[in-house]
């Protein structure tokens, strides 16, 4: 179910290809193509198929000079031409270092069907209505290890609060149909909510 309203000004942006005006409705937030010096956390909607538009990359460095928090999400990853990592590579080479906090796992079928946690190494499935969470095999873990040890890398370089302080920007894939991603996505807001100054 879409996201409650909360108090971050959170904006959208991305090309249209990549739906971000169905990202910007579920999540209670306003879809923009101009730079948004008041907003508290910026997501750029992301494409694999369709690649990143000037005019996004123009965006993305407009909000450099006032270290908005930024994130990037990837969408229509069911279409299967192109994936997440795609995405991601796509995204560090136009915008800037990005980080995965999670990576997709895919069904038999190749469709995305679950997350694993590079921090947690546990999987969460969402091909089952209460998103089962069980820790990874040890066969995951040899397949991730390299990405996790990057991950928690760049996590100590930059600190505990480096996303919330705008210097860390993790990319997320998000699947709304199939509640894929979104509860992460929420808990990046929630941070952001919690490092506002009137935050008890």
């Given at each position: 179910m879409p996201t409650p309203s909360s108090r971050v000004r959170v904006h959208i942006y991305g090309h249209e290809s990549a739906d971000p005006q169905h990202v910007a409705t579920y999540f209670g937030a306003t879809l923009s193509n101009v730079v948004e010096p008041e907003s508290e956390l910026a997501i750029f909607v992301v494409d694999p198929s369709a690649g990143i538009s000037p005019e996004t990359i123009s965006l993305w460095q407009g909000l450099d000079d006032f270290?908005?928090?930024?994130?990037?999400?990837?969408?229509?990853?069911?279409?299967?031409?192109?994936?997440?990592?795609?995405?991601?590579?796509?995204?560090?080479?136009?915008?800037?270092?990005?980080?995965?906090?999670?990576?997709?796992?895919?069904?038999?079928?190749?469709?995305?069907?679950?997350?694993?946690?590079?921090?947690?190494?546990?999987?969460?499935?969402?091909?089952?209505?209460d998103h089962q969470v069980t820790m990874s095999t040890q066969e995951h873990q040899i397949l991730v290890s390299e990405f996790r040890q990057e991950y928690l890398e760049h996590i100590e370089l930059s600190g505990a609060n480096a996303f919330a302080a705008g210097l860390l920007f993790p990319a997320v894939p998000l699947w709304i149909e199939k509640d894929l991603g979104v509860n992460i996505i929420r808990n990046y807001i929630d941070e952001i909510e919690k490092a506002l100054p009137s935050s008890s």
């Amino acid at each position: 179910m879409p996201t409650p309203s909360s108090r971050v000004r959170v904006h959208i942006y991305g090309h249209e290809s990549a739906d971000p005006q169905h990202v910007a409705t579920y999540f209670g937030a306003t879809l923009s193509n101009v730079v948004e010096p008041e907003s508290e956390l910026a997501i750029f909607v992301v494409d694999p198929s369709a690649g990143i538009s000037p005019e996004t990359i123009s965006l993305w460095q407009g909000l450099d000079d006032f270290q908005i928090p930024r994130m990037v999400v990837v969408t229509h990853l069911e279409n299967q031409s192109a994936d997440f990592d795609d995405a991601v590579m796509l995204a560090t080479r136009v915008f800037e270092q990005i980080v995965t906090p999670y990576l997709v796992l895919h069904d038999d079928a190749g469709f995305p069907c679950a997350l694993i946690s590079l921090e947690t190494l546990e999987i969460t499935d969402y091909s089952h209505d209460d998103h089962q969470v069980t820790m990874s095999t040890q066969e995951h873990q040899i397949l991730v290890s390299e990405f996790r040890q990057e991950y928690l890398e760049h996590i100590e370089l930059s600190g505990a609060n480096a996303f919330a302080a705008g210097l860390l920007f993790p990319a997320v894939p998000l699947w709304i149909e199939k509640d894929l991603g979104v509860n992460i996505i929420r808990n990046y807001i929630d941070e952001i909510e919690k490092a506002l100054p009137s935050s008890s």
